[in-house]
């Protein structure tokens, strides 16, 4: 049996071609770009890194020479970085900005002006990366003030994502006291790649880490084995694919049913398949079992991807579409997360991967059974984030936004259109996408990202 086709997106398809681009252009309709994602090899930015330092106040990484601990990231993962705008024609690949320092109403305006000539040079697929920091919790004038300012950044740096055009995109990393450098690096060189293609708007908050952050960047997932559910398929399938390119083992788990699907993308990743219904009364103990023959001695990844959707509007939703929707997203991962957590399975460097949805943070009409789920999801990570601290492990989530699967094919044509062309991206992701930022979480470097919900949505206009 062969593989189901991936979904297309026709207009973007007819838009890429010349007769196409022209008539697109001639109306003013929208014009996705091919987006820029990752290849084997291929380097860190579409061009060099001009490294900018804003704020009248001191940078959070106390270097002399400005902007520089962000700079020696950058080199380290491979950039080209100028420290002064170069007059060389030259497209820049990304423009970084240590904005830890801005703590006056005047460094907004003082940045803002600062960006617009390195914007305007940015390349296709270009990326604006924001570091600023946690505002300080004291209620001095001063504090508040650096507290707006900070926040400021936020409505800055979402307006540039909206406004960049040509697959380029804009997030904000927020330090929290105690984050450095060693827990910036993983995050910083996510957002620059093509890994983060479909992530775009967001604020990530960066802790300091338990312990010291160490990875091997090339395959920073070897020596964990990661448990996909919902794996057959869609996400869940690009994620095991992903997953196991950055190294891990992975145990691929679906329904029964989809066993043929399920057991292709097991061999195809050289890892296991699991034929499981998450939501049977026996399924935590037949995980549990089934790690404790296979874990030997790696580290835990798991990734709560199984999903469905049973959609009606509320007053027509019946008691059996809100069991099998809360039972498959959200009280399974819950029940699966304490069968691991008590077996003692999640231990140091062990990550859960919850996934959201863009429906569960901003509602979405039809869905309130599902979006309950899945803004659940964001709370469970958030609740278990502390807990698993002090295992030395993390929880998080990614939040998708409109995704081409088997899923979003069954959304009626006109809201299909909808949901692709009202992201800043003016397209819906892929798979890979959402499989990127689970993977990018799973890292050794991603110690300090924790309790966060990360949406991979091209800035949808739907959510928080
Ligand atoms: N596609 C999108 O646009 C989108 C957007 C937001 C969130 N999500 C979420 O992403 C996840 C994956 O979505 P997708 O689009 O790939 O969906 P999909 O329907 O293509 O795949 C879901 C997989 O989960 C499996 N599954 C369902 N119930 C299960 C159970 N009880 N036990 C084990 N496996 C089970 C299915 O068999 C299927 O293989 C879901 O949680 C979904 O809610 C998707």
Wanted: charged share 20%; net charge positive.
């Amino acid at each position: 049996m062969a593989a189901p086709a991936q979904p297309r997106d026709a207009y973007a398809d007819l838009v890429r071609t010349v007769p196409g681009a022209a008539v697109a252009r001639r109306l003013g309709l929208p014009r996705p770009a091919v987006l820029r994602r990752h290849t084997p090899g291929a380097p860190l930015l579409p061009g060099p890194a001009l490294v900018v330092t804003a704020g009248s106040g001191p940078s959070a990484f106390r270097t002399r020479e400005a902007g520089g601990a962000l700079a020696s990231l950058l080199r380290r993962a491979g950039a080209q970085v100028q420290a002064e705008p170069a007059d060389d024609g030259q497209r820049l690949g990304a423009v970084v900005v240590d904005a830890t320092g801005a703590t006056r109403v005047g460094d907004l305006a003082a940045l803002g002006l600062a960006l617009g000539p390195a914007v305007r040079r940015l390349a296709p697929s270009a990326r604006l990366l924001v570091v600023g920091r946690t505002p300080a919790a004291g209620g001095s004038a001063d504090d508040v003030e650096a507290a707006g300012v900070q926040q400021g950044l936020e409505g800055l740096v979402r307006t540039a994502g909206k406004e960049l055009r040509a697959g380029a995109t804009a997030n904000l990393l927020r330090l929290a006291p105690g984050a450095g450098p060693a827990e910036l690096e993983g995050p910083l060189r996510f957002l620059a790649s093509a890994r983060s293609a479909f992530v775009d708007g967001q604020v990530v908050e960066v802790s300091a880490a338990p312990g010291p952050v160490e990875q091997q960047h090339a395959r920073p997932l070897e020596g964990a084995l990661a448990v996909v559910t919902g794996a057959a398929r869609g996400i869940g399938r690009a994620t095991a694919q992903v997953l196991a390119r950055q190294g891990a083992h992975v145990v691929a788990v679906d329904v029964p049913a989809a066993s043929g699907d399920l057991a292709r993308t097991a061999n195809g990743v050289r890892g296991q398949a699991l034929a499981l219904d998450v939501t049977a009364a026996d399924a935590p103990a037949r995980l549990v079992e089934h790690l404790q023959r296979s874990l030997a001695g790696r580290r835990l990844v798991v990734v709560h991807n199984a999903g469905i959707t049973r959609d009606r509007l509320l007053v027509n939703l019946d008691a059996a579409r809100w069991e099998a929707v809360l039972g498959v997203n959200l009280a399974a991962p819950l029940r699966l997360t304490e069968a691991l957590l008590e077996a003692g399975l999640v231990g140091d460097g062990a990550r859960v991967v919850g996934v959201s949805s863009t429906s569960g943070l901003a509602g979405n009409r039809g869905q309130a059974n599902y979006a309950a789920s899945k803004a659940g999801v964001a709370g469970v990570v958030r609740a278990l984030a502390p807990r698993l601290a002090q295992v030395g492990a993390t929880a998080n989530a990614v939040a998708p936004g409109f995704i081409e699967t088997e899923m979003t094919a069954r959304i009626p044509p006109v809201l299909r259109q909808l949901g692709r062309r009202t992201a800043s991206l003016q397209q819906g992701g892929q798979p890979v996408d959402v499989a990127e930022a689970v993977a990018w979480l799973a890292e050794p470097a991603s110690a300090g990202v924790t309790g966060q919900v990360v949406r991979v949505c091209g800035q949808a206009l739907v959510g928080a």
